[in-house]
C-alpha cells in the first residue's frame, strides 16, 4: 500500500497567514493527488485534485502544487472559515489511501 | 444539484451485520465509480471500497476485505455497503463518495454524503 505521510500535524495561524501543508508519497504517484477540507461534524469537501486543479467553486485562495511523491497545499490570506483539517490522497492506485490529516488552528 | 443520502447506520452487536444504503442524485448515476469512506470517532479517513461505474469491478482495504461487499443498484440510483462480522473497530462515520469516472482510481472523488454512524458494541 501507498503511505501519504502530511506535515505537519497542526499549526497555528492567524486571519490574513499564508500556510503550507506538505504531503509525501512513500512511492510515486504521478499527479493522482487530492486535498479535501473536514470542519467539525460535516462531511469532508474536496479542493483539490490532480494535484493542482481547484474543484468547481473552491475559491483561489487555495492552490496546490507538486508531482511524483512531494505535494503542497498553499492557502493565502486564512479567513475564519478556513480552519479546520486538511487531508491529502493518492488515487493512483488501490488501496487509496489518505494522510494523517492537518488541523488548522488559531 | 449532486445529492448522496447515506442510510442503515446504528447499533450493532459484534459479529453482526448491517447494511448501508446511500441514494443518489442529480447526476448520471450509471456513470460514475462510488466509494465508501470512513472515520472512527476522533480520527482520520480511511478508505475503506470503491466499485466502478458498471458495477463490474470492486475493491476493498485489506481491513474490510471478506467481511464488506460493495454493489450498486443502476435501475435504482443506489450504492450498498453489506458488512458482516463486524468488530469495535468498525465504529466509525461511514461516507458514500462520488468519483469523478468509472473507476475509483486513477481519477479524482468530487461529491461527498454527510454520513450514517455505525456503532458496534455489546
Known amino acids: 500500500d501507498i503511505q501519504m505521510t502530511q506535515s505537519p500535524s497542526s499549526l497555528s495561524a492567524s486571519v490574513g497567514d499564508r500556510v503550507t501543508i506538505t504531503c509525501r508519497a512513500s512511492?510515486?504517484?504521478?499527479?493522482?493527488l487530492g486535498w479535501f477540507q473536514q470542519k467539525p461534524g460535516k462531511a469532508p469537501k474536496s479542493l483539490i485534485y490532480a494535484a493542482s486543479s481547484l474543484q468547481s467553486g473552491v475559491p483561489s485562495k487555495f492552490s496546490g502544487s507538486g508531482s511524483g511523491t512531494d505535494f503542497t497545499l498553499t492557502i493565502d490570506s486564512l479567513q475564519p472559515e478556513d480552519f479546520a483539517i486538511y487531508y491529502c490522497q493518492q488515487y493512483s492506485s488501490v488501496p487509496l489511501t489518505f494522510g494523517g490529516g492537518t488541523k488548522v488552528e488559531i | 444539484e449532486v445529492q448522496l443520502l447515506e442510510s442503515g447506520g446504528g447499533l450493532v452487536q459484534p459479529g453482526g451485520s448491517l447494511r448501508l444504503s446511500c441514494a443518489a442524485s442529480g447526476f448520471t448515476f450509471n456513470t460514475y465509480a462510488m466509494t465508501w469512506v470512513r472515520q472512527a470517532p476522533g480520527k482520520g479517513l480511511e478508505w475503506i471500497s470503491g466499485?466502478?461505474?458498471?458495477?463490474?469491478?470492486?475493491y476493498y482495504a485489506g481491513s474490510v476485505k471478506g467481511r464488506f461487499t460493495i454493489s450498486r443498484d443502476n435501475s435504482k440510483n443506489t450504492l450498498y455497503l453489506q458488512m458482516n462480522s463486524l468488530r469495535a473497530e468498525d465504529t466509525a462515520v461511514y461516507f458514500c463518495v462520488k468519483g469523478a469516472g468509472t473507476t475509483p482510481w486513477r481519477k479524482e472523488v468530487d461529491y461527498w454524503g454527510q454520513g450514517t454512524l455505525v456503532t458496534v458494541s455489546s
Open positions: 466499485i466502478t461505474n458498471s458495477g463490474g469491478s470492486t
Open positions: 512511492q510515486g504517484i504521478n499527479n493522482y
